[in-house]
């Protein structure tokens, strides 16, 4: 009898784990992430339902049919059940796809505002850096040729294209609190992840590709930024700070950054 | 205990198994191809480097020599059906022959394209070209392989109309690389030009 | 030399099989504790490791790309050389002509060559480890450009990943000969009477398999060669313009990262319902015998596999969701993979279906089949997050992903292997495994994999990245070293366990209790024969089959099983 015991031990803990919450995902600081949060919650009441059904079912029907001499129901099936279990399942679970393509298609296929304020990322074996284009809003040409830590360019921008001359360069990627942003993602040599848990979204970068990812930030605060694609040795270390301040402490920080050009 | 053991299997098993398996080798090279074949697409649409790839003559040259090796094998095929095994034996060796011609040929092919300045690394096009013509050629070689394996039993006279599955076999492979050979031929044609 | 070694006996090439994966199961099991010693303790001193590793190691502290290498290795040998293997090849080689009443394999030979060309496969990956810069550490996924830019990216990147790449395509070739032979023998090696829908859903399991091996694994030859050719030819299939690798510009132009992510992926998704499959057969035949009832819904059991290894070549893309690929694609790749949710369901329904209102006895196959059981639930139905793109957003590459595919295929695979072992034991040796190891083995090691993998899912949902060398970098990490170390002992023990069941395994050779032909009173062919069956089988007069596989209990019989060979009624 030990078998079903252990079956319900790790069903009561497993659920107590979610249940908790002890290791959750941190606060929400924008409208998305509170979204994320409570379609979250619908999918774990569900699954959490078909978990514990499931194991309860396999505690009963060792305890119930063990071998006591009972009497075999001899059955090769019963087509009804299937075709019951068969639909209801696939209503179950695409209907689950299509519910969640909203929240998807709220981050990916939605337009980009036209407020939007817009910041190019680069993560670059081991580190990242962002780019804002400055007074003229055009951010200048890059060449991978040009890149240069030590001299302050991890970009590489062109000292021959104007446009990058008023470029701001950050290694922590700042933004005002309350408008839309949209990043550019980049990367000049292999696979990164750009994940702000806070935000509830990820994105590779991709060398040979600029994918955009949008979001908004309403909370101010510091939010820790974690590559999550591997890249190398340096993986574990690729770490920069998602910074969300009051817009008007933005603005200040962005005029200071260009005045020190 | 070990060696050739005669199996007893259910009358007419080890033909049909010999067919089965075929087709279902011949499965996975379509599955190679398609790989590849997808690979090409995708990577022609993404770039903007793609340099046409120069047809030099001999390509034709050589599709033809498969052809005509196709069509000896096939007519040496149903020689051996018919209990001809001397015509069967000078039409497949010719087949092979002719065979071993396409790859002769196929090296030729490589070496015009190298002399035009078409090196793998030279050009993404190019590239797939050489990976798609060797890739045939490899499976090709093992489908040659068979050809001259039957060619030394045929002529040590140990092939004929009730032993006849292998060159069967063969035969419907060395038809696959034929038509497998003609495809590819369409697929440079359409996105390596 | 040619009786054992290069054998074409299928029962003799099954057991090498198995004893390739048992091999590689110790060398996987003992990387991943290593690996997790190292997280939670990453300053610690250890000889041992400066020892074996005197650059990667100096000092017997643990490098980063150390660590790395060591995943990668684990990876890459526990899915092919233990996952793929065993379920498929040593227990498929075993039994397939046992269960269809056949002399042999389809093609003997080729047979044999499979074996050996996967032997050369292992030792060609773990040459790696003995090479200048060591073993790779690009994952058991190897995406470029760190994958393809070859030494400039890091240790290992150099010899160290093309012995890596040229072991895979060797395994593909070795797998690809494999299927070949399962498919042949299953179609047209089955004894008089034995039509397909009188085969036990173990063979269904490795004909199913073997399919989805046939079409997948030439899709994985192509990526590997294409990533050779960028390594060593200076190509650009999946280099793109403008890279920058430790100062060095590379002159590769318009290639696409993406492009190996979906021929790796096409190959990747299907591979592991090559690695379940085999193991659901073996599952469905224990849970009848044990439960001295028939398969509950043979024929929708038999569907499902095929909706299973169908669909599993449409849904590729959710391991791409955050990749770059296009949003309406995700969206698609989204609505196949919950639909691949519904077989698995069926299957589950059918399982329990078997067991209600059987005679369960639980015997130690019958210990594992329902541990599977309760594994198998937990670890798909993660799946259903994972599956949605916005939920994916947050896990994909966390400890939540780790988790699952642990459950499922670390866990769950494995236990069907257990439950196997455990079940044809007594067939393949004449003897039990010992009934007292056998208890503490599978009671520890099902606590033990409950206490490994669902905390890693809480890591997930705290963000826990994977694939991290340590944790000391990130705030929001430090709360998770608790759980980290729980993991960690308990994976600890769990490993130590499984030495007993090694121990076992060898012992009751020659001091397991003797068992009868037909321990288990099961109905299937190979339980008509000696233990261990002679060379040829079935002999020259192959048996004639009468029933289907799981007539347990048929009502007015006069035993509560009847053999498929037992004549009519």
Same mark, same amino acid.
């Given at each position: 009898?030990?078998?079903?015991?252990?079956?319900?031990?790790?069903?009561?803990?497993?659920?107590?784990?979610?249940?908790?919450?002890?290791?959750?995902? =941190?606060?929400?600081?924008? +409208?998305?992430?509170?979204?994320?949060?409570?379609?979250?919650?619908?999918?774990?009441?569900?699954?959490?339902?078909?978990?514990?059904?499931?194991?309860?079912?396999?505690?009963?029907?060792?305890?119930?049919?063990?071998?006591?001499?009972?009497?075999?129901?001899?059955?090769?099936?019963?087509?009804?059940?299937?075709?019951?279990?068969?639909?209801?399942?696939?209503?179950?679970?695409?209907?689950?796809?299509?519910?969640?393509?909203?929240?998807?298609?709220?981050?990916?296929?939605?337009?980009?505002?036209?407020?939007?304020?817009?910041?190019?990322?680069?993560?670059?074996?081991?580190?990242?850096?962002?780019?804002?284009?400055?007074?003229?809003?055009?951010?200048?040409?890059?060449?991978?040729?040009?890149?240069?830590?030590? *001299?302050? /360019? =991890?970009?590489?921008?062109?000292?021959?294209? =104007?446009?990058? /001359?008023?470029?701001?360069?950050?290694? +922590?990627?700042?933004?005002?609190?309350?408008?839309?942003?949209?990043?550019?993602?980049?990367?000049?040599?292999?696979?990164? /992840?750009?994940?702000?848990? +806070?935000?509830?979204?990820?994105?590779?970068?991709?060398?040979?590709?600029?994918?955009?990812?949008?979001?908004? *930030?309403?909370?101010?605060? *510091?939010?820790?930024?974690?590559?999550? +694609?591997?890249?190398?040795?340096?993986?574990?270390?690729?770490?920069?700070?998602?910074?969300?301040?009051?817009?008007?402490?933005?603005?200040?920080?962005?005029?200071?950054?260009?005045?020190?050009? | 205990?070990? %060696?050739?053991?005669?199996?007893?299997?259910?009358?007419?098993?080890?033909?049909?198994?010999?067919?089965?398996?075929?087709?279902?080798?011949?499965?996975?090279?379509?599955?190679?191809?398609?790989?590849?074949?997808?690979?090409?697409?995708?990577?022609?649409?993404?770039?903007?480097?793609?340099?046409?790839?120069?047809?030099?003559?001999?390509?034709?040259?050589?599709?033809?020599?498969?052809?005509?090796?196709?069509?000896?094998?096939?007519?040496?095929?149903?020689?051996?059906?018919?209990?001809?095994?001397?015509?069967?034996?000078?039409?497949?060796?010719?087949?092979?022959?002719?065979?071993?011609?396409?790859?002769?040929?196929?090296?030729?092919?490589?070496?015009?394209?190298?002399?035009? %300045?078409?090196?793998?690394?030279?050009?993404?096009?190019?590239?797939?070209?050489?990976?798609?013509?060797?890739?045939?050629?490899?499976?090709?070689?093992?489908?040659?392989?068979?050809?001259?394996?039957?060619?030394?039993?045929?002529?040590?006279?140990?092939?004929?109309?009730?032993?006849?599955?292998?060159?069967?076999?063969?035969?419907?492979?060395?038809?696959?690389?034929?038509?497998?050979?003609?495809?590819?031929?369409?697929?440079?044609?359409?996105?390596?030009? | 030399?040619?009786?054992?070694?290069?054998?074409?006996?299928?029962?003799?090439?099954?057991?090498?099989?198995?004893?390739?994966?048992?091999?590689?199961?110790?060398?996987?099991?003992?990387?991943?504790?290593?690996?997790?010693?190292?997280?939670?303790?990453?300053?610690?001193?250890?000889?041992?490791?400066?020892?074996?590793?005197?650059?990667?190691?100096?000092?017997?502290?643990?490098?980063?790309?150390?660590?790395?290498?060591?995943?990668?290795?684990?990876?890459?040998?526990?899915?092919?050389?233990?996952?793929?293997?065993?379920?498929? #090849?040593?227990?498929?080689?075993?039994?397939?002509? &046992?269960?269809?009443?056949?002399?042999?394999?389809?093609?003997?030979?080729?047979?044999?060559?499979?074996?050996?060309?996967?032997?050369?496969?292992?030792?060609?990956?773990?040459?790696?480890?003995?090479?200048?810069?060591?073993?790779?550490?690009?994952?058991?996924?190897?995406?470029?450009?760190?994958?393809?830019?070859?030494?400039?990216? $890091?240790?290992?990147?150099?010899?160290?990943?093309?012995?890596?790449?040229?072991?895979?395509?060797?395994?593909?070739?070795?797998?690809?000969?494999?299927?070949?032979?399962?498919?042949?023998?299953?179609?047209?090696?089955?004894?008089?009477?034995? #039509?397909?829908?009188?085969?036990?859903?173990?063979?269904?399991?490795?004909?199913?398999?073997?399919?989805?091996?046939?079409?997948?694994?030439?899709?994985?030859?192509?990526?590997?060669? &294409?990533?050779?050719?960028?390594?060593?030819?200076?190509?650009?299939?999946?280099?793109?313009?403008?890279?920058?690798?430790?100062?060095?510009?590379?002159?590769?132009?318009?290639?696409?990262?993406?492009?190996?992510?979906?021929?790796?992926?096409?190959?990747?998704?299907?591979?592991?319902?090559?690695?379940?499959?085999?193991?659901?057969?073996?599952?469905?035949?224990?849970?009848?015998?044990?439960?001295?009832?028939?398969?509950?819904?043979?024929?929708?059991?038999?569907?499902?596999?095929?909706?299973?290894?169908?669909?599993?070549?449409?849904?590729?893309?959710?391991?791409?969701?955050? #990749?770059?690929?296009?949003?309406?694609?995700?969206?698609?790749?989204?609505?196949?993979?919950?639909?691949?949710?519904?077989?698995?369901?069926?299957?589950?329904? @059918?399982?329990?279906?078997?067991?209600?209102?059987?005679?369960?006895?639980?015997?130690?196959?019958?210990?594992?089949?329902?541990?599977?059981? #309760?594994?198998?639930?937990?670890?798909?139905?993660?799946?259903?997050?994972?599956?949605?793109?916005?939920?994916?957003?947050?896990?994909?590459?966390?400890?939540?992903?780790?988790?699952?595919?642990?459950?499922?295929?670390?866990?769950?695979?494995?236990?069907?292997?257990?439950?196997?072992?455990?079940?044809?034991?007594?067939?393949?040796?004449?003897?039990?495994? @010992?009934?007292?190891?056998?208890?503490?083995?599978?009671?520890?090691?099902?606590?033990?994999?409950?206490?490994?993998?669902?905390?890693?899912?809480?890591? $997930?949902?705290?963000?826990?990245?994977?694939?991290?060398?340590?944790?000391?970098?990130?705030?929001?990490?430090?709360?998770? @070293?608790?759980?980290?170390?729980?993991?960690?002992?308990?994976?600890?023990?769990?490993?130590?366990?499984?030495?007993?069941?090694?121990?076992?395994?060898?012992?009751?050779?020659?001091?397991?209790?003797?068992?009868?032909?037909?321990?288990?009173?099961?109905?299937?062919?190979?339980?008509?024969?000696?233990?261990?069956?002679?060379?040829? @089988?079935?002999?020259?007069?192959?048996?004639?089959?009468?029933?289907?596989?799981?007539?347990?209990?048929?009502?007015?019989?006069?035993?509560?099983?009847?053999?498929?060979?037992?004549?009519?009624?």
């Amino acid at each position: 009898m030990l078998l079903p015991i252990l079956i319900l031990l790790v069903t009561i803990i497993t659920a107590a784990g979610f249940i908790t919450q002890r290791w959750w995902f =941190p606060a929400p600081i924008n +409208e998305y992430a509170s979204w994320f949060d409570s379609y979250f919650a619908i999918n774990l009441i569900l699954t959490g339902a078909i978990f514990i059904a499931a194991q309860l079912a396999f505690v009963w029907a060792i305890l119930r049919f063990r071998n006591r001499g009972n009497p075999v129901r001899y059955s090769h099936g019963n087509n009804r059940l299937e075709i019951f279990w068969t639909i209801a399942t696939l209503v179950l679970f695409v209907g689950a796809a299509f519910a969640g393509s909203r929240l998807w298609s709220d981050v990916h296929l939605s337009a980009t505002p036209a407020n939007a304020l817009r910041v190019e990322v680069q993560g670059k074996q081991f580190a990242w850096n962002f780019r804002y284009a400055g007074v003229d809003g055009k951010f200048g040409r890059t060449k991978v040729q040009l890149i240069n830590d030590a *001299a302050g /360019n =991890p970009f590489g921008i062109d000292e021959a294209d =104007p446009a990058g /001359n008023d470029d701001i360069m950050s290694s +922590e990627l700042r933004v005002p609190a309350g408008r839309p942003i949209e990043l550019k993602m980049r990367s000049p040599d292999v696979l990164h /992840n750009f994940f702000v848990r +806070e935000l509830r979204i990820k994105q590779d970068l991709v060398p040979g590709m600029e994918i955009p990812l949008r979001f908004r *930030a309403d909370k101010p605060g *510091a939010y820790e930024i974690a590559c999550s +694609e591997l890249c190398g040795l340096g993986h574990h270390q690729m770490r920069s700070v998602l910074v969300v301040l009051p817009p008007e402490t933005f603005e200040t920080w962005l005029k200071d950054k260009a005045a020190e050009k | 205990m070990t %060696g050739a053991t005669v199996m007893p299997a259910p009358s007419g098993a080890q033909r049909r198994a010999s067919y089965t398996g075929l087709y279902a080798f011949l499965v996975s090279v379509v599955m190679f191809f398609a790989g590849f074949t997808s690979a090409m697409v995708v990577r022609r649409g993404g770039a903007k480097d793609w340099k046409p790839v120069p047809m030099p003559d001999i390509l034709w040259v050589n599709t033809s020599i498969l052809a005509v090796s196709s069509v000896l094998a096939e007519k040496a095929r149903r020689d051996l059906r018919n209990g001809d095994r001397t015509r069967f034996s000078v039409t497949w060796s010719l087949a092979t022959l002719v065979g071993c011609a396409f790859v002769a040929g196929q090296i030729l092919l490589w070496r015009q394209l190298r002399d035009a %300045g078409v090196y793998m690394a030279a050009n993404a096009s190019g590239a797939f070209f050489y990976v798609g013509t060797i890739a045939h050629a490899v499976h090709l070689a093992g489908g040659l392989g068979a050809m001259l394996y039957l060619c030394y039993r045929a002529w040590r006279l140990q092939l004929g109309p009730g032993r006849r599955t292998a060159v069967d076999v063969t035969t419907i492979y060395w038809h696959f690389l034929g038509v497998l050979w003609v495809y590819l031929l369409v697929l440079f044609l359409v996105l390596a030009r | 030399m040619r009786r054992y070694i290069f054998s074409t006996d299928h029962k003799v090439i099954g057991i090498q099989y198995y004893l390739l994966a048992l091999f590689s199961v110790f060398l996987g099991m003992a990387l991943s504790v290593i690996m997790r010693f190292h997280l939670t303790y990453p300053e610690a001193k250890v000889r041992l490791f400066g020892m074996l590793w005197p650059d990667a190691a100096a000092g017997g502290i643990m490098t980063p790309e150390l660590y790395l290498s060591l995943m990668t290795m684990h990876g890459t040998i526990m899915v092919f050389f233990v996952l793929t293997t065993a379920p498929q #090849s040593g227990f498929g080689n075993y039994f397939i002509p &046992l269960q269809l009443g056949a002399q042999d394999m389809a093609f003997p030979v080729l047979n044999m060559l499979s074996f050996w060309t996967t032997f050369v496969s292992l030792l060609v990956l773990l040459a790696a480890f003995f090479v200048e810069g060591g073993a790779p550490l690009a994952g058991w996924t190897a995406y470029p450009p760190l994958s393809a830019a070859g030494a400039i990216a $890091g240790p290992g990147q150099g010899l160290g990943q093309t012995l890596w790449v040229l072991s895979i395509a060797l395994f593909c070739a070795g797998s690809l000969m494999g299927a070949i032979n399962f498919i042949t023998t299953i179609l047209d090696y089955r004894t008089k009477g034995m #039509s397909l829908m009188r085969m036990p859903l173990t063979v269904w399991g490795w004909f199913v398999a073997a399919l989805i091996s046939l079409f997948a694994f030439a899709v994985l030859i192509v990526g590997g060669i &294409l990533l050779l050719l960028d390594r060593e030819a200076g190509t650009s299939f999946f280099l793109p313009e403008g890279l920058r690798i430790n100062d060095r510009l590379l002159p590769n132009q318009g290639g696409s990262p993406l492009l190996f992510q979906h021929l790796f992926w096409f190959f990747g998704h299907p591979e592991v319902y090559i690695v379940i499959v085999p193991g659901m057969g073996i599952v469905s035949t224990i849970l009848s015998v044990f439960s001295r009832k028939p398969v509950f819904g043979y024929k929708a059991m038999v569907w499902a596999l095929f909706s299973i290894g169908l669909l599993g070549f449409l849904v590729w893309g959710h391991h791409m969701f955050t #990749s770059g690929i296009s949003p309406y694609s995700a969206i698609g790749f989204s609505v196949l993979t919950l639909a691949i949710g519904t077989p698995s369901a069926i299957k589950t329904f @059918n399982w329990l279906g078997t067991i209600w209102g059987g005679q369960i006895r639980l015997d130690l196959p019958m210990l594992w089949a329902l541990g599977f059981l #309760s594994l198998f639930v937990t670890g798909g139905i993660t799946g259903l997050y994972l599956g949605q793109p916005a939920l994916d957003s947050y896990f994909h590459d966390t400890y939540f992903v780790v988790g699952h595919f642990h459950l499922i295929m670390g866990v769950a695979a494995i236990f069907a292997i257990f439950a196997g072992t455990y079940y044809w034991y007594p067939k393949v040796t004449g003897r039990y495994l @010992n009934e007292t190891l056998g208890k503490i083995h599978f009671y520890i090691t099902f606590l033990g994999v409950y206490g490994i993998f669902i905390p890693m899912h809480f890591a $997930g949902l705290a963000g826990n990245p994977r694939r991290y060398a340590d944790f000391a970098q990130f705030e929001f990490l430090k709360d998770l @070293n608790l759980l980290h170390k729980f993991i960690t002992h308990t994976a600890f023990t769990t490993t130590a366990v499984q030495f007993l069941f090694l121990f076992s395994l060898f012992w009751c050779l020659k001091r397991g209790r003797q068992a009868p032909e037909n321990p288990w009173q099961a109905t299937t062919l190979e339980w008509e024969l000696p233990s261990p069956p002679p060379h040829h @089988n079935f002999g020259p007069s192959p048996p004639e089959v009468h029933h289907g596989p799981y007539e347990y209990s048929v009502p007015g019989a006069a035993r509560d099983f009847r053999m498929q060979t037992e004549p009519e009624p």
